[in-house]
Every structure is written in structure tokens, then in C-alpha cells.
């Protein structure tokens, strides 16, 4: 089954603590994407990726970081995380071209900094 | 940098009334129009877009939209909404010159009464 797969679902952590985010596609799509959605904001880019070892800062780069060694698997680090980074996160993946603009979402995973 | 609004933050209705919800984008140039739907406690799936061509666009569910170019609008319409199309809504434009890149609105959420 063709899907985006992040992991993990739910995520508590304390300021200051590192972590990851893994995002995984199976449908080797060249395009990946990190958006983080708040109450009223839509969903703005964090971070994207055109292809393997080609990223690029989105609308809200500020805090985060991202690698692509592998077409499948773009993670998003947070080295030093903070409670304004508190919200929904959702992974994003498609196949690059202007007539291919359909993003595939992965189901997301919800962070709270305390 | 092209944005996108969607005034309507919140909607309420009752089943089998008419549902508008409006898109307006600010980008000159050539743009690519989406609308997705996030039902509770899931991804993001695409609901219908907008390329080129008939500017009435039919998408999933009974759900269509028109681009009038001259409003920069992208409003989404149903006839008659059922209680299964509560969720939130978001309207997204791709520049033409912005590769893969999507703006997303806001958000409306819609809840729709039995």
C-alpha cells in the first residue's frame, strides 16, 4: 500500500532534549516535505527536500533541522526543542513536476514541549 | 510570496443545507489551486485541484469548486452536506514558479449537525 509513514504518533518531551521525527514514503517519490499545522495558521512548510541531498528552508525553518540520505526517509530533527514547537506535524511526500502537485500526507505526529 | 485566506474560520450547518467555503489567494502569475480535507484524526486528502481548463472543478465526494481568476477566489462548494463531511478544510495554491511548493490557508472548520 502506497503511504507516508511517520513515526512517532504522540511525542512529550522537556526543553532542551533532542529529537527526531522519522518520515518514511514507498512510492519513490523524488519530493518531501515537513509542515506544522496550528490552530488558525494552516499548515506552514518547515523544511523540504527535492530530492536525495537537496533540502531547502520553507516559510518556518527556525529550530529545526532535516537530512536526506535516502530518497524514502527524510527525518526532522529538533536539536534543542522548545514549548513554542508545540504542535501538529505532518510529512509530506509527492513526485516533482508541476503537473504532479498532489502531496501524499503521512498521519502525523502531535508534540508537546513542556 | 503568493498567501492564502479563508475567512470562514469556523462553520456550523445543519445536514442537507448548501456549504460555500471561500479561497482567496494573492499571487499574479499563474497558479495551481487545491482544496484538502482533514477529517477527525486523520492526514490530509486531497478533495479536488485546479490546473488549467474548465475553471468548475468536480472533485470527491460531491464536492466542486470554481476559480474566477479576475477574484483570485477558489471557493469550495457542496449542494447538500451530510454529517460524514465534518472536518477541516484547507484551500492551497502552487505558483507556477514555485516547483513543488504548496501555501496553505487557515483552515475552516466545518461541523455539519445531524
Known amino acids: 500500500e502506497a503511504q507516508v509513514t511517520q513515526n512517532p504518533r504522540y511525542l512529550i518531551t522537556v526543553t532542551g532534549k533532542k529529537l527526531t521525527v522519522t518520515c518514511s514514503q514507498n512510492?519513490?517519490?523524488?519530493?518531501m516535505s515537513w509542515y506544522r499545522q496550528d490552530p488558525g495558521l494552516g499548515l506552514r512548510q518547515i523544511y523540504y527536500?527535492?530530492?536525495?541531498?537537496?533540502?531547502d528552508k520553507g516559510d518556518v525553518p527556525e529550530g529545526y533541522k532535516v537530512s536526506r540520505k535516502e530518497k524514502r526517509n527524510f527525518p526532522l530533527i529538533l536539536e534543542s526543542p522548545s514549548p513554542n514547537q508545540t504542535s501538529l506535524y505532518f510529512c509530506?511526500?509527492?513526485?516533482?513536476?508541476?503537473?504532479?502537485?498532489?502531496?501524499?500526507f503521512g498521519s502525523g505526529t502531535q508534540l508537546s514541549v513542556l | 510570496a503568493q498567501s492564502v485566506s479563508q475567512h470562514n474560520h469556523h462553520v456550523i450547518l445543519s445536514e442537507a443545507a448548501s456549504l460555500e467555503l471561500g479561497c482567496n489567494y494573492s499571487?499574479?502569475?499563474?497558479?495551481?489551486l487545491f482544496w484538502y480535507v482533514q477529517y477527525p484524526g486523520q492526514h490530509l486528502q486531497l478533495l479536488l485541484k485546479?490546473?488549467?481548463?474548465?475553471?468548475l472543478v468536480k472533485g470527491i465526494k460531491g464536492f466542486e469548486a470554481e476559480f474566477i481568476k479576475s477574484k483570485f477566489s477558489f471557493n469550495l462548494r457542496k449542494p447538500s452536506v451530510q454529517w460524514s463531511d465534518t472536518a477541516e478544510y484547507f484551500c492551497?495554491?502552487?505558483?507556477?514558479?514555485?516547483?513543488?511548493?504548496?501555501?496553505f490557508g487557515g483552515g475552516t472548520r466545518l461541523m455539519v449537525k445531524p
Open positions: 512510492m519513490n517519490h523524488e519530493y
Open positions: 499571487y499574479g502569475g499563474t497558479v495551481n
Open positions: 527536500s527535492m530530492n536525495v541531498e537537496v533540502t
Open positions: 509530506a511526500s509527492s513526485m516533482t513536476g508541476a503537473a504532479a502537485v498532489k502531496l501524499f
Open positions: 492551497a495554491v502552487n505558483a507556477n514558479n514555485a516547483g513543488n511548493m504548496l501555501t
Open positions: 485546479y490546473f488549467s481548463g474548465d475553471p
